[in-house]
């Protein structure tokens, strides 16, 4: 028999059963709840995380050890702005292969502990295929059982930007360091952030020595401290300053600086900055100087140059024709100078001119415009005259100051007389240029009336230069116009009889001018640089005579000596000029001896030595021309190869008027000390048979003159050489219109 279920037992479970159904149906929902709040945290999280690698403009990466599979992921923007994920998964490392090796490295680095966090900077392949240099950051984010790295993530930001701004800011820094340009910043008070290598160079402080100090510490002591007080007022209130500044080094010595301030303020404080560029600029200045000094003024005097005596002498013009006064111009010139500086050098030459000026100056007055023109020719300017008389009684002084000799010291002293040229404004002209022609016009004709006076210009002397202008420009074509001509003059030698030398003399035949003396067109020829052509064919024209001869039968042993001058052996290649000639002619080079002043070897007897050291190994002899008349002593026949002294016709014209006189004494000196030092000797101008007896007596190796022969034409010497009588003076040499020769 069924036992009834008891009623409210079963309302108890039935209760009991909800009640457990509704606490589940409760947590469920909450349960719900909070998942529902988790995911939304996770977006929210997961909103944030790409905000931030996006706003951050990073993208996250992950490497997994085992798969070699690397995972990028990046946050970009669609059209609506909405960031997206997106995954890059790829087997292939896209590392450059450039970087990849040290990319290795430091994984395997951080794998073994040495690197807690992997930091390496990398490029990887981009979306266009270009190379990305990137910034990676990571760390071992997953381990195996055993504790072995199997996945390893991270970070990595595009620093393309970055190191393009700090390729700039290291390209700057090394600009900067190697400047030439002294390179400071400064602070806004004027106190040194930095500075750059030749800024220590420049200032003498190392850069830990001026760090954090004012840069007052430069301060030069030429100025005022209103000045730099002044220079910072300026610089604070313009962006860009430029000036010069006395600057002091910290040896204490001032030098001079050009500056250049920029103002700019500092992108991370927003302060302002001072960047100074500076420049030692004292030897610039000082160069400036002696420029502007040599423009004006001549370096060895000190006195005006012709630059300066032009502006003074306008101004001197300027004020006569307000007072109605005259100006005098005075051209002076030092005769036979060019022996001093022949003889014993340019510096000894510079002392005299030195010397020189300063007799000029207390001749004329301090007050005068005392200026030098070049070489030995100085120009003085008298103001405030009112006839020529005045102007010649400056030049008499100024001629009667040199009579006392110039004293350089205990054992220098010279006597040297000027030739004076006058000139008057407005007398002879109205501008600078031509009173200062004028004047040197008449000075050279102070000099054709001997010497050691003054002449005052007068327009007839204008003939003269004319004549030498005309004479400069016919000279220019001698050679294409063949007006030039040879003659030549026997030596006798005195121990057998018979002729050892001809020497070869030159002369000019001009259409317009007729004969005209070598006296004339030789200095010419010299001074316009032609002795050099001309020089040449002479040397051709005496060697393809003598070859002549010899053709003819004339003595094979028979010496040519040509004459040459100081541009030929100094300036020209002679040797070659010789070495064609000679070898053109088929001539031995024993044939031929050239002759040279003592002069041309003087005036650079160092060059002229080693030239004629040349011709000696040639086998060709030398000759010293004129020997006797210049200032030298006999030292330098020790050091040039000399092997001939030709005693100079103003010897020869006293020999035997008397056995005491000097020229006999010179004479006879010069003959035993050749002798002494196995030298030959010619003695020129042999004119009458008393002076041949005296050289013969004497033991005199050659003779030449009148008494020997005339100059002959080619052909006339020829046959002279070939035994026929000298010419008669009737019967003389057409190409010699001399009385005396050359």
Not at 50 to 76: C, F, G, K, N, P
């Amino acid at each position: 028999m069924n036992t009834p279920i008891d009623t409210p037992l079963v309302l108890l479970l039935s209760a009991l059963v909800l009640a457990l159904a509704g606490l589940a149906l409760a947590s469920f929902r909450r349960r719900e709840r909070d998942q529902q709040r988790f995911r939304q945290e996770l977006d929210e999280r997961d909103q944030q995380l790409r905000l931030a690698l996006w706003a951050s403009d990073e993208m996250y990466w992950q490497y997994d050890l085992r798969t070699q599979h690397l995972e990028r992921v990046r946050i970009v923007a669609d059209a609506d702005n909405d960031l997206a994920v997106r995954l890059d998964q790829d087997r292939d490392t896209q590392i450059h292969p450039d970087d990849l090796p040290r990319v290795l490295d430091a994984l395997r680095a951080h794998l073994r502990g040495d690197m807690p966090m992997l930091q390496i900077e990398l490029r990887f392949r981009s979306e266009g295929d270009t190379w990305v240099w990137m910034r990676a950051h990571g760390r071992t984010t997953r381990r195996d059982a055993g504790g072995r790295a199997t996945l390893v993530a991270g970070t990595a930001r595009n620093i393309e930007a970055l190191r393009e701004l700090e390729g700039q800011h290291e390209v700057a820094i090394e600009v900067m360091r190697n400047m030439a340009e002294s390179v400071a910043v400064l602070d806004s008070d004027f106190a040194f952030i930095a500075v750059n290598q030749a800024f220590c160079r420049m200032s003498g402080h190392e850069a830990k020595d001026v760090i954090g100090k004012d840069a007052a510490l430069l301060n030069g002591k030429q100025h005022e401290p209103e000045f730099h007080a002044a220079a910072r007022a300026a610089i604070r209130t313009q962006d860009h300053w430029t000036g010069e500044m006395w600057q002091q080094r910290k040896d204490g010595v001032d030098f001079l600086c050009a500056m250049q301030c920029t103002s700019i303020e500092d992108p991370r404080t927003h302060q302002r900055r001072y960047v100074i560029v500076a420049s030692d600029i004292t030897e610039q200045r000082r160069l400036e100087h002696e420029l502007r000094f040599l423009a004006n003024y001549d370096p060895l005097t000190n006195l005006p140059n012709r630059t300066q005596l032009s502006d003074r002498l306008a101004r001197a013009i300027m004020q006569a024709r307000q007072h109605a006064t005259k100006v005098g111009v005075l051209f002076l010139d030092l005769d036979n100078f060019k022996d001093v500086n022949d003889t014993l050098g340019h510096a000894i030459g510079d002392r005299v001119l030195r010397a020189a000026a300063q007799r000029l100056l207390e001749a004329v007055g301090a007050e005068r415009t005392v200026a030098r023109i070049g070489g030995d020719e100085f120009t003085a300017v008298i103001e405030d005259i009112h006839s020529g008389e005045e102007a010649d009684a400056y030049a008499r002084r100024i001629v009667e100051a040199f009579d006392a000799p110039l004293r350089l010291d205990d054992r220098y002293e010279f006597t040297i007389s000027p030739s004076v040229g006058v000139s008057l404004f407005p007398d002879h002209a109205q501008v600078p240029s031509d009173l200062l022609k004028h004047a040197d016009t008449a000075m050279y004709q102070a000099k054709a009336a001997g010497k050691r006076t003054f002449v005052r210009y007068a327009e007839a002397m204008d003939n003269d230069i004319r004549h030498r202008a005309n004479l400069m420009t016919a000279l220019r074509r001698v050679l294409e116009r063949n007006e030039l001509q040879l003659v030549y003059q026997p030596q006798s030698d005195l121990r057998n009889g018979r002729i050892g030398c001809v020497e070869a003399l030159l002369r000019w035949h001009s259409p317009e001018f007729g004969w005209i003396p070598p006296g004339q067109f030789i200095p010419l020829a010299e001074e316009s640089g032609l002795i050099v052509p001309i020089g040449e064919w002479v040397i051709g024209e005496a060697c393809r005579t003598l070859a002549a001869w010899r053709a003819a039968g004339v003595d094979q042993r028979l010496v040519m000596a040509v004459n040459v001058s100081a541009l030929q052996l100094l300036r020209s290649d002679l040797a070659g000029s010789v070495h064609r000639a000679l070898v053109d002619n088929d001539l031995p080079a024993s044939v031929l001896e050239l002759e040279l002043t003592e002069s041309v070897l003087m005036s650079n007897a160092e060059l002229a030595s080693e030239r004629l050291q040349a011709f000696q190994r040639m086998g060709i002899s030398i000759a010293v021309d004129d020997f006797g008349t210049g200032y030298s002593s006999l030292a330098y026949l020790h050091r040039l190869p000399i092997n001939t002294l030709k005693i100079d016709k103003a010897f020869i014209d006293g020999l035997a008027s008397s056995e005491d006189s000097e020229d006999t004494t010179i004479t006879t000196t010069i003959i035993a000390m050749a002798r002494t030092l196995g030298l030959l000797v010619v003695a020129e101008g042999v004119e009458t048979p008393e002076q041949l007896a005296f050289l013969e007596q004497h033991h005199c190796d050659l003779a030449q003159g009148y008494w020997i022969s005339r100059p002959l034409p080619a052909e006339a010497c020829l046959r002279y050489l070939q035994g026929d009588p000298v010419p008669t003076p009737t019967d003389a040499n057409p190409l010699d219109p001399n009385p005396t020769p050359a």
